[in-house]
């Protein structure tokens, strides 16, 4: 040992010795720390890597997607489109308008003829009867009609159906009217003399109102090119006759009065109850009137399979 130190430079000797110590220290340490450095990163690998339920959903996720059907693109509208779909809610307004303008007239026509009537007394006696002068108009047919059919707006197909039937049942009741206030009674006496003078006044006021209505509705007809209908002569209307004694006078206006006052409500009740609409189930006179010709339907239906 001494011939080894003697013969090897002191100084370099205590260099190498400090040398060899720090490497045993060092090198140690960090080996440690690399393998600590690694043992982090390869844990954090492992948690930056999807689990297996994770990368079941994204395989999933990757075939919907891939199944999905492609969507279509939204066509905008062209131009010819849209000034087609413009004229039709142009031609709907004006069927539109000409339905309201009718509908307030008819209103009114039976607002006035129901407060005028009640001025006049009717007799009891002679509530049932059904005369063959009179005119039928089935408000069953009419109320449920099919308005299905192409190239026409539904307030267009509405008033073509509804306004000629319209025109042609007031038309009838005019020329009843124009009878019954013509009509002479024989051996009246002084109390039907001022019923006669009460009854003249309400026919005269219903035919000034029937004049005015019936020409509402020929106007608008026109205005929206509907061929106003030619209404024929009711040839049953000859048996009422001329001259007549005080109980067949009464008997007769109160037929009249009741009818066409049934006709004037159901009128009114098929334009503001509309079948298919909410307003039927929300209005308990609209749902009473659609299930009244529901019922008279029905009892059709039974007659027919007999």
Not at 156 to 165: D, I, S, T
Not at 210 to 230: C, D, K, W
Not at 256 to 277: D, V
Request: glycine share 2%; with cysteine; charged share 35%.
């Amino acid at each position: 040992m001494d011939v080894f130190l003697t013969g090897f430079p002191k100084k370099l000797l205590v260099a190498t010795t400090v040398l060899v110590v720090i490497a045993m220290i060092v090198m140690p340490s960090e080996a440690r720390t690399l393998e600590h450095k690694i043992r982090h990163e390869r844990r954090q690998h492992e948690a930056l890597a999807p689990t297996k339920d994770v990368r079941m959903k994204l395989e999933s996720r990757v075939v919907e997607h891939r199944r999905r059907p492609h969507r279509k693109q939204t066509v905008l509208p062209q131009a010819k489109d849209t000034e087609n779909v413009r004229q039709k809610n142009v031609q709907s307004d004006r069927f539109k308008t000409a339905t309201r303008k009718i509908t307030k007239k008819l209103t009114n026509t039976r607002r006035f003829f129901i407060e005028e009537r009640k001025v006049l007394n009717e007799t009891r006696e002679y509530r049932d009867g059904m005369p063959d002068w009179l005119p039928t108009i089935n408000f069953v047919d009419i109320h449920f009609y099919n308005y299905k059919k192409r190239g026409a707006t539904m307030s267009e197909r509405k008033f073509a159906y509804l306004m000629p039937k319209l025109y042609k049942s007031l038309v009838e009741y005019q020329d009843i009217f124009k009878l019954l206030i013509k009509v002479e009674v024989e051996f009246a006496d002084d109390p039907f003399c001022s019923y006669n003078k009460t009854r003249h006044e309400l026919i005269g006021k219903t035919l000034h109102r029937l004049y005015s209505t019936i020409a509402e509705v020929r106007e608008n007809m026109v205005s929206v090119n509907i061929p106003v209908p030619q209404v024929s002569k009711n040839k049953n209307l000859q048996v009422l006759e001329k001259k007549v004694d005080a109980p067949q006078c009464l008997k007769n206006d109160y037929i009249a009065f009741r009818a066409y006052g049934n006709l004037l409500n159901n009128w009114y009740s098929e334009f503001r109850c509309p079948r298919g609409k909410k307003v039927i189930r929300n209005n308990s006179k609209c749902a009473d009137y659609e299930a009244k010709l529901k019922e008279k339907k029905d009892k059709r239906y039974k007659n027919t399979e007999r």
